[in-house]
């Protein structure tokens, strides 16, 4: 919103950072939106339980598709152990945001 009028802008072409141009970059892939629910669903989760639960992705896919998200600062990957080698995801308070109820 801008400050003056109150009113969400209609265009942010141009700007440096636009939450509405952020939103669909992140949202606009495929699987993205699948793991941000599964993740606001269950608050956390190893790769293989969100394999198990978003249906369909293959490993490689899924890493990669963390991977971005996680460079977006969406979600967090926590390492548990290295041997075996198990890992936790959990959305920050970013990705937490996208299951918040407007006001």
């Known amino acids: 919103m ?3 009028s109150g009113k969400i802008p209609v265009s942010c072409a141009g700007e440096e950072w636009c ?3 952020a939103t669909a970059n992140i949202l606009s892939k495929k699987w993205h939106p699948v793991i941000i629910n599964e993740l606001l669903e269950s608050e956390s989760m190893g790769f293989n339980e969100l394999k198990d639960r978003v249906g369909g992705i293959s490993s490689k896919v899924l890493s990669e598709s963390l991977g971005d998200l996680e460079d977006k600062q969406v979600v967090n990957r926590e390492v548990i152990s290295e041997k075996p080698f198990r890992v936790k995801y959990t959305l920050t308070d970013i990705g937490k945001d996208f299951g918040a109820n407007p006001k």
Request: charged content about 35%.
């Open 2 to 4: 801008t400050e003056d």
């Open 19 to 21: 939450p509405l141009t």
